[in-house]
């Protein structure tokens, strides 16, 4: 086990010395102007900056707060509405074309409904992320009831089992293991338009921060913001992972290939 954490940790910090050496390299050719692609230095003095005069935590708490309330309603949405469209699949045969027709749609697109119908401040953003995760986890949450193998709902059937039961006893932890890809899909949309949502539509936040930035010119700090950004998305995705695998044990779910 502690070689496979080496192993990784060595991967990763390979990837990212190849990167700021590219990195590096443009920079000193001088086709760029520091302006447009400041030095490794310049980003990490910005992320100092950042970091030593708070201002990285503000924007970060904000952004935190909406991503984890549009979130979990999209999760709580998304699961409850995928079971019970899921196992009730002539109601589903009626409302799938509506949720195909809406599911390509930029959650960008609505912004301007959003903003009329919520007024300005947290609310579009929330709205927003909840949109661009909502989808994912409801497609594969139905997906997943229409995959449990019928021989766990025959059982249950013969140990007295019913609904509401059923649903949430045997039929979410059968369909879980596709639930929990639809949770990976939705956290990497939601992250990503809660970044373009505050780009758009806010004050504050990891997105205004790259906005306020690059209206300053200051490139440094934009792409400061970026790398907290990716950072932070990818500590997102591990902690989802973590709380997938508690899951899953709870449950006596095995799937392998897990990373």
């Known amino acids: 086990m502690r070689m496979e954490i080496l192993k990784k940790t060595l991967k990763v910090v390979i990837s990212i010395s190849v990167l700021v050496s590219i990195w590096q390299f443009a920079v000193l050719t001088g086709r760029y102007e520091p302006s447009l692609l400041p030095s490794p230095t310049k980003v990490f003095e910005a992320m100092t900056e950042l970091i030593k005069d708070g201002t990285l935590l503000t924007h970060f ?13 999209a999760i709580f949405a998304g699961i409850t509405l995928g079971l019970l469209l899921g196992w009730n699949k002539s109601v589903w045969s009626f409302i799938e074309p509506v949720v195909q027709v809406l599911r390509p749609v930029s959650p ?14 947290d609310a579009p953003a929330i709205v927003i992320i909840f949109i661009a ?10 997906s997943g009831v229409g995959n449990v193998d019928p021989i766990y709902l025959k059982v249950a059937d013969n140990f007295g089992i019913r609904q509401p039961q ?8 059968a369909a879980f293991p596709l639930i929990a ?8 949309s939601a992250w990503v338009f809660l970044v373009a ?8 936040g990891l997105g205004y921060l790259i ?9 440094d700090l934009v792409l400061a913001g970026i790398i907290f950004i990716g950072a932070l998305g990818l500590l997102l995705d591990r902690l989802i992972k973590l709380l997938e695998t508690g899951i899953e044990k709870q449950w006596g779910i095995s799937r392998r290939g897990r990373n």
């Open 61 to 73: 708490r904000v952004s935190l707060t909406r991503f984890f309330i549009g979130y979990l309603v």
């Open 108 to 121: 960008i697109a609505w912004f301007p409904f959003i903003v009329l119908w919520f007024g300005i401040g």
């Open 133 to 142: 995760g909502f989808f994912p986890i409801l497609l594969s949450t139905v």
């Open 166 to 173: 059923m649903l949430f006893k045997i039929i979410l932890p």
């Open 181 to 188: 890809n639809g949770l990976h899909l939705a956290l990497g």
């Open 197 to 204: 949502g505050e780009m758009v539509g806010a004050q504050s």
């Open 211 to 219: 906005i306020d930035a690059r209206n300053s010119l200051r490139s």
